[in-house]
């Protein structure tokens, strides 16, 4: 077929169709506020189609090499872009993971897309984006339902560790790590901790933070 071999209509095509799924992915994203979002996500598939159409085209004038050496240089480089969107946080929490699997996935497709492989591209495409938007539900719902909870906290000094602890027991939940911070304290006298809690049953998430919020001496509280 005409659109599986490098044609002006199959160039056109193809690299229109890398614009139309990169933007749909990097919508996601970028209505999210995250580090990448759409014209990173157009970039990469567009990017990715490109090297691929020309692996395609060397190979197919020249009928010598390996036809898959561009395309396998983009599945690993494309590790150094979606490095740049993760972050570990001054608690030590990692973020942008997820951004940074979603540009993986927008050069897989921009990689198909640039073979002329449309059926696995787009339905590929149509599934990255469903699970960046409709698992996100599933994911929130399983995490408020999570025995364990990782909170950042600071409490007074007059309120003390000790008094922390027991207070936590008191609601019926299990110490399973607590850890001091030794920086980013924000003024004298409060203490920072993070302290990661089980609940005793699945569900009571909410219920919990709320019981939590009215320790007194706790100065601040930050999930993570």
């Known amino acids: 077929m005409a659109l599986r071999e490098v044609t ?3 160039v056109i095509l193809r690299i229109v169709a890398a614009v139309i799924f990169g ?14 979002g ?14 691929m159409l020309t692996n395609q085209y060397l190979f197919q004038v020249t009928s010598a090499g390996d036809p898959m050496r561009l395309g396998a240089q983009v599945v690993s480089g494309i590790g150094f872009l979606g490095a740049g969107t ?29 073979v002329g492989f449309y059926e696995a591209a787009i339905v590929a495409g149509f599934a990255i984006y469903a699970i960046l938007t409709l698992m ?6 399983m995490h408020r339902r999570a025995r364990y909870l990782e909170l950042y906290i600071e409490i007074s000094q007059e309120l003390g ?21 030794s920086g980013n304290v924000p003024e004298e006298g409060v203490r920072g901790l993070i302290v990661t809690l ?3 049953k699945r569900g009571e998430h909410i219920t919990l933070l709320e019981k939590l919020r009215k320790i007194e001496g706790l100065v601040y509280m930050e999930e993570l």
């Open 8 to 10: 002006y209509l199959a």
């Open 23 to 36: 933007g749909i992915l990097g919508m996601e994203r970028g209505l999210k506020n995250r580090p990448a």
């Open 38 to 51: 759409l014209r990173t996500y157009m970039l990469v598939c567009v990017g990715s189609c490109l090297i």
């Open 86 to 114: 993760i972050i570990v946080t001054k608690h030590n929490q990692i973020k942008g993971l997820t951004t940074a699997a979603g540009l993986w996935a927008a050069a897989g497709v921009g990689l198909a897309l640039g």
């Open 136 to 141: 996100q539900y599933l994911d929130r719902r």
């Open 161 to 181: 560790i000790g008094t922390l602890i027991r207070r936590l027991r008191a609601l019926n939940v299990e110490i399973e790590e607590l850890q001091l911070e």
């Open 198 to 200: 089980k609940s005793k």
